[in-house]
């Protein structure tokens, strides 16, 4: 089965600086999404940043960028130009691709605080 | 449409008695999805149809949990005979097939005393 470990239950930065995340995870597929989802307090978890396994390059979505290393399969999350409203939970997650597999598998979470 | 609807947002229940949620996804969207969120922790995935056709349940749904989606529309969520550990939010998320992420709603928070 596949797991997804997040090692930083909690993590604080300033605001307008950078900072990373880290996620690991087990699998035995060859190809499968990994993702990234912010979930504000008391509201819903919003989709910050995909990655598809076969693809090599990283992605980016303005100030929010990931190191993918595949072999050590490792997905960090960099934030930079920390903003107040990027205060959250942050939970990296896992969906394989073969045939019937649409469930996510979630880490435990990483809450960020932004430090004014 | 403004996306993934819950209700209620809240439910206090004593333990023993029934509860009953609700999950209205996006329209257009043809598979929804039950997570269980306990404080500090990730989702973990329930259960998961494909319009109305529930194709996968983990281990996690016992014999006291039943989802069903009549129709292929909205989604009820039922916990039978409540225990203090199904304390717990609950998140549905609906998709359309070939997307890759979900649209998530704002969950249904349970506390059973």
Redo the contacts between chains.
Sequence with gaps: AQTVTQSQPEMSVQEAETVTLSCTYDTSESDYYLFWYKQPPSRQMILVIRQEAYKQQNATENRFSVNFQKAAKSFSLKISDSQLGDAAMYFCAYRGKIQGAQKLVFGQGTRLTINP | DT??SQNPRHKITKRGQNVTFRCDPISEHN?L?W?RQTL??????LT?FQNEAQ??K?RLLSDRFSAERPKGSFSTLEIQRTEQGDSAMY?C?SSMTGE???T????TRLTVV
Aim: aromatic share 30%.
């Design positions: 996306g993934v598979r999805y997570y500090g922790q990730g989702p973990e995935f998961y194709l996968e983990s998140l998320a890759y992420g979900y998530f709603g704002s969950g």
